[in-house]
């Protein structure tokens, strides 16, 4: 049983490209939380959905940052317009049925922005 | 707001020596606290949960409490092995986890 997939490991950016972000959750696991890392801070939620639906995007900033998780594949969390400042590491997480147990993270994508 | 707070930031202990983490949080409607260790350039791997109506669990040489109506949770590390060494974030929270930014943990041999 594979754990959760992120890909890529490492992706760089110029400024005002777009990042596309992925996230296989453990198999058999419906909820998906994304978290960022920034350098000496701790990891900040970010959103957390459920199949097709977002549950909560109360740590998603407000414009360029968008998050889904479809029926079929793997979770996206989208950044356009990517500028320095979201250089960091963005960690996805999984649960099998909520948020009220052990959540299993993925090794993170490092997104660095030229 | 959750705030999590994490003391000491950093600690360093010759390795036998048994060792305590503290974790603070400010709102206590929590569903459950989550520790985990985090080597550098890694995901967080989880250690234990302790679900809000639960006092304590216990994981091999890992012993977690938690006091919900002070806010706290101890995680206790016996016999520490240089292998311990590692980040310890604790996770606090309802519906999303928040983080406090950590106890950098150094056992030496």
């Known amino acids: 049983n594979a754990g959760v997939m992120q890909n890529p490991r490492h992706l760089v950016r110029r400024r005002g490209q777009e990042a596309r972000l992925r996230c296989s959750p453990m198999k058999g696991h419906s909820h998906v939380y994304w978290y960022r890392q920034l350098p000496e801070e701790g990891l900040k939620f970010m959103v957390y959905?459920?199949?097709?639906?977002?549950?909560?995007e109360s740590g998603m900033p407000k414009e360029r940052f968008s998050a889904e998780f479809p029926k079929e594949g793997p979770s996206i969390l989208r950044i356009q317009q990517v500028v320095r400042g979201d250089s960091a590491a963005y960690f996805c997480?999984?649960?099998?049925?909520?948020?009220?147990?052990?959540?299993?993270f993925g090794s993170g994508t490092q997104l660095s922005v030229l | 707001k959750q705030e999590v707070t994490q003391i000491p930031a950093a600690l360093s202990v010759p390795e036998g020596e048994n060792l305590v983490l503290n974790c603070s949080f400010t709102d206590s409607a929590i569903y459950n606290l989550q520790w985990f260790r985090q080597d550098p350039g890694k995901g967080l791997t989880s250690l234990l949960l302790?679900?809000?109506?639960?006092r304590e669990q216990t994981s091999g040489r890992l012993n977690a409490s938690l006091d919900k109506s002070s806010g706290r949770s101890t995680l206790y590390i016996a016999a520490s092995q240089p292998g311990d060494s590692a980040t310890y974030l604790c996770?606090?929270?309802?519906?999303?986890?928040?983080f406090g930014t950590g106890t950098r943990l150094t056992v030496i041999p």
């Open positions: 302790i679900q809000s109506s639960q």
């Open positions: 996770g606090a929270g309802a519906n999303n986890l928040f």
């Open positions: 997480a999984s649960s099998p049925t909520g948020p009220n147990e052990k959540l299993f």
């Open positions: 959905l459920q199949k097709e639906n977002i549950i909560d």
